[in-house]
């Protein structure tokens, strides 16, 4: 168990939809980041988050935002789905921003949207 | 060419060989090599971390980093059907702030009693 934690589990919507995916991170972690994990795409990085700041965008599509809260949670919203969209979403946390990070995953989110 | 690239396998071998899983990598401002494992279902798992160049030993696993062929390697001895799951290859550049890792697309592989 990486401390990390993320719900749903599971998510089954429809195309068009609307959705929000929550994480915790570890206790005491400040920084949390979001991936996409698909058969074709492996793991993309996201967005980053660092103490309720955003640190780093990755290949976040405009319909996709983030935030992190005063209690260092982070959620994912994803609009106007697509069917492409369907993936694993992890998120993970890390103690420091700076390098070395070792990132701890959750065991995420999987998102189906018909 | 993408920045880091993985053999998916699969890979199948028998109980108690060594296995060799490899990622090569375009970026030569890499400097931190992560390993990860992910059994089907699950979060990824960190495994092993090295910085720069050489090598690491934890128990049956050894990473190892070769910066001038831009070039890194796992080592599983003994392995045993419990290491059965996608190893994931990850690096990231020196930074103070902005730190996403690359990830490979991960090896899948499979230990056979």
């Known amino acids: 168990d990486s401390g990390v934690t993320q719900t749903p589990k599971h998510l089954i919507t429809a195309t068009g939809q609307r959705v929000t995916l929550r994480c915790s991170p570890r206790?005491?972690?400040?920084?949390v980041y979001w991936y996409q994990q698909s058969l074709d795409q492996g793991l993309q990085f996201l967005i980053q988050?660092?103490?309720?700041?955003?640190?780093a965008k990755g290949n976040i599509l405009e319909r996709f935002s983030a935030q992190q809260f005063p209690d260092l949670h982070s959620e994912l919203n994803l609009s106007s789905l697509e069917l492409g969209d369907s993936a694993l979403y992890f998120c993970?946390?890390?103690?420091?921003?700076?390098?070395?990070?070792?990132?701890?995953f959750g065991p995420g989110t999987r998102l189906t949207v018909l | 060419q993408k920045e880091v690239e993985q053999d998916p396998g699969p890979l199948s071998v028998p109980e108690g060989a060594i296995v060799s899983l490899n990622c090569t990598y375009s970026?030569?401002?890499?400097?931190?090599f992560m390993w990860y494992r992910q059994y089907s279902r699950k979060g990824p798992e960190l495994l092993m971390y090295?910085?720069?160049?050489g090598n690491k030993e934890d128990g049956r696993f050894t990473a190892q980093v070769d910066k001038s062929s831009k070039y890194i390697s796992l080592f599983i001895r003994d392995s045993q059907p419990s290491d059965s799951a996608t190893y994931l290859c990850?690096?990231?550049?020196?930074?103070?702030?902005?730190?996403?890792?690359?990830f490979g697309k991960g090896t899948r592989l499979s230990v056979i009693a």
């Open positions: 990850a690096m990231s550049t020196p930074s103070s702030g902005n730190t996403p890792l690359v």
């Open positions: 988050y660092y103490n309720g700041e955003e640190r």
């Open positions: 090295t910085y720069s160049s």
């Open positions: 206790s005491g972690d400040l920084s």
């Open positions: 970026n030569s401002a890499f400097q931190y």
């Open positions: 993970a946390s890390s103690a420091r921003v700076a390098t070395p990070n070792e990132q701890f």
